[in-house]
């Protein structure tokens, strides 16, 4: 007979992937609908990179949820809890927030909830490998689990917008802010790399050992 607990383990996966799936896609479909009304344009002026690399970085963010909770939840098994749920629906609350500051004139409030949205990611992805790792039938792939140092990260995106500080004071007219979100987007490359990195670890012939 198969005990209760087999059974949250073996069907939370496809469940939660459902969840984060549905969630990401409504975000998507919300990022693509802002984007068309911004209407950023493909000239070569600063503002219009600026609000292009707004959109990349939804996009990324996106595309980041879905794999770090795809992958995470196919490699690894824990029981599910409250905070899952509530975790996916949060993260898809502050992508829509931050879909409806896209554009030049609300970069500010856009940039705030980058900030949060830092935050609350590095939190729950903490938390759910935290939680795989204390399930003792995880302990060969979370052993291998690459490691995203995100002082090294956020130090670059700290050097990007010094550099974009220096390039607006000898008057090239570009904003710091430009070079922020362009080491927001570099951070959230590297970060989905590595979970790919875990994938391939895990899926290698002992690549687990």
Known sequence: MVSSRDKALSQFPAMYVTLVSVVQAIALEAGVARAIAVDPGFGLQWNTALVWLEILLIGQTIVYVWVSYTLLVTLAQWIFRVFDFGAAFTVGVMQFVAITFIGRDSVHAFLVMVALGFVAGAWVSHSNTGAAARTADNEDVM??????????????????GVVGVIVSLVGAGASPIVFILLGCNVVLLVAQLQWFKWWKRVLEPDGAT
């Open 143 to 160: 052993r291998v689990l690459p490691r995203v140092r995100l002082t090294l990260l956020l130090a670059l995106v700290g050097i990007l």
